[in-house]
């Protein structure tokens, strides 16, 4: 019995192979424009809300969907809503 051996590839098309590579790393999330992420006031005593529950539950979202700790979490919900 011969043993396994890994098959080679040769890429020829060298653009269209790094263009595919970049796109693996593209990721589009869309927020609804209509949803709020600052908490409004509650009128009781004590330290206000700083973010509204549907902000909250969004960014835990992300964080079980690609299982992040949470300070890594907050930074790509940071970097996602720069624009």
């Known amino acids: 019995m011969s ?3 890994p ?3 040769k890429t020829r098309n060298w653009a269209e192979y ?3 590579l970049k796109q693996r790393g593209s990721l589009l999330i869309w927020f609804d424009p209509e949803m709020s992420w600052e ?3 509650s009128g009781r005593r004590g330290r206000q809300k700083t973010y509204s529950d ?3 539950q969004a960014c835990l979202t992300l964080k079980v969907l690609f299982g992040l ?3 890594q979490t907050t930074g790509f919900v940071e970097s ?3 624009r």
């Open 3 to 5: 043993s396994w051996t």
């Open 7 to 9: 098959t080679t590839y």
């Open 18 to 20: 790094n263009h595919s």
């Open 39 to 41: 908490a409004e006031a």
């Open 54 to 56: 549907a902000a909250i």
């Open 69 to 71: 700790p949470l300070r």
């Open 80 to 82: 996602l809503l720069k």
